[in-house]
């Protein structure tokens, strides 16, 4: 994860009000060089990273074991696309998954959120962090680049759906109304959804009562409009429904 230190540490305390008790069994899909996945080993949870890049997932197991044998024993690594995590974990096998950064960066969104689904147990819980396309076409218009923060608006508008936006770093920025729409289609419940980076990802040049005040702040208007959908990262957490429809592009 590219991700500052305020916006890590925000999206880490996210994600621990809404996983179940450790040990819990998670998989960090797309999980890269394992931030999320150690900081979580070190707070008792089982998690498996899967990614497709040997080099991170290497870089991963390093890390997992710089912080001691515990921590290590409750990382694994597996080479693999998470667009298959029910064939390379099992189906029904996970009690929650974290998917951050990945969803915009793959050519089948549909697929992925499927994929996900399809490896939580019943009532599992899903962790979904990805670029808001919002807040990109507010940076651009602040800017003084007013076409491209109008390429931004435009893309997806009324659509009811995903359809083609622009990319963005690699990949498609997504607004909120657009990532419910597909949880919803995978089946999946939402449960919450926050903004993470409202006023900035880093804040490293703070002094600890700046970092206090900064990090009270961002907590505060994390579930609030327009604060939420001003903020340059979504974060969703669904749970999976226990009959869940017919899931495009998984076959159990």
Same mark, same amino acid.
């Given at each position: 994860?590219? =991700?500052?230190?305020?916006?890590?540490?925000?999206?880490?305390?996210?994600?621990?009000?809404? #996983?179940?008790? &450790?040990?819990?069994?998670?998989?960090?899909?797309?999980?890269?060089?394992?931030?999320? &996945?150690?900081?979580?080993?070190?707070?008792?949870?089982?998690?498996?990273?899967?990614? /497709?890049?040997?080099?991170?997932?290497?870089?991963?197991?390093?890390?997992? !074991?710089? !912080?001691? &044998?515990?921590? !290590?024993?409750?990382?694994?690594?597996?080479?693999?696309?998470?667009?298959?995590?029910?064939?390379? #974990?099992?189906?029904?096998?996970?009690? +929650?998954?974290?998917?951050?950064?990945?969803?915009?960066?793959?050519?089948?969104?549909?697929?992925?959120? &499927?994929?996900?689904?399809?490896?939580?147990?019943?009532?599992?819980?899903?962790?979904?962090?990805? !670029?808001? =396309?919002?807040? #990109? +076409?507010?940076?651009?218009?602040?800017?003084?680049?007013?076409? +491209?923060?109008?390429?931004? +608006?435009?893309?997806?508008?009324?659509?009811?759906? #995903?359809?083609?936006?622009?990319?963005?770093? %690699?990949?498609?920025?997504? /607004?909120?109304?657009?990532?419910?729409?597909?949880?919803?289609?995978?089946?999946?419940?939402?449960?919450?959804?926050?903004?993470?980076?409202?006023?900035?990802?880093?804040?490293?040049?703070?002094?600890?009562?700046?970092?206090?005040?900064?990090?009270?702040?961002?907590?505060?208007?994390? %579930?609030?409009?327009?604060? =939420?959908?001003?903020?340059?990262?979504?974060?969703?957490?669904?749970?999976? =429904?226990?009959?869940?429809?017919?899931?495009?592009?998984?076959?159990?």
């Amino acid at each position: 994860m590219g =991700r500052g230190r305020l916006g890590f540490e925000l999206l880490l305390g996210q994600v621990l009000d809404a #996983l179940p008790a &450790a040990p819990a069994t998670v998989v960090d899909a797309g999980g890269g060089t394992g931030q999320l &996945a150690v900081a979580l080993a070190r707070r008792g949870y089982r998690v498996t990273v899967v990614d /497709t890049s040997a080099a991170m997932l290497a870089t991963c197991a390093q890390r997992a !074991a710089d !912080a001691g &044998a515990e921590v !290590a024993e409750r990382v694994t690594g597996i080479q693999g696309d998470a667009a298959d995590l029910p064939g390379l #974990l099992g189906p029904d096998s996970q009690d +929650a998954a974290v998917c951050h950064d990945l969803l915009t960066r793959v050519d089948d969104q549909a697929v992925l959120l &499927a994929s996900l689904a399809g490896a939580l147990a019943a009532g599992g819980v899903l962790s979904l962090g990805f !670029a808001n =396309r919002d807040w #990109l +076409a507010l940076l651009a218009g602040r800017r003084g680049d007013h076409a +491209a923060a109008l390429r931004l +608006a435009r893309a997806g508008g009324g659509s009811g759906g #995903l359809v083609p936006r622009p990319p963005v770093g %690699g990949g498609e920025a997504l /607004t909120l109304a657009e990532a419910e729409t597909e949880l919803d289609k995978a089946g999946f419940e939402l449960v919450a959804a926050s903004g993470v980076g409202v006023f900035t990802d880093t804040g490293d040049d703070l002094d600890q009562g700046e970092w206090a005040t900064l990090v009270e702040l961002e907590r505060l208007v994390a %579930g609030r409009e327009p604060y =939420r959908s001003s903020a340059r990262t979504l974060h969703l957490i669904a749970r999976r =429904r226990v009959f869940r429809p017919e899931l495009t592009g998984y076959t159990p």
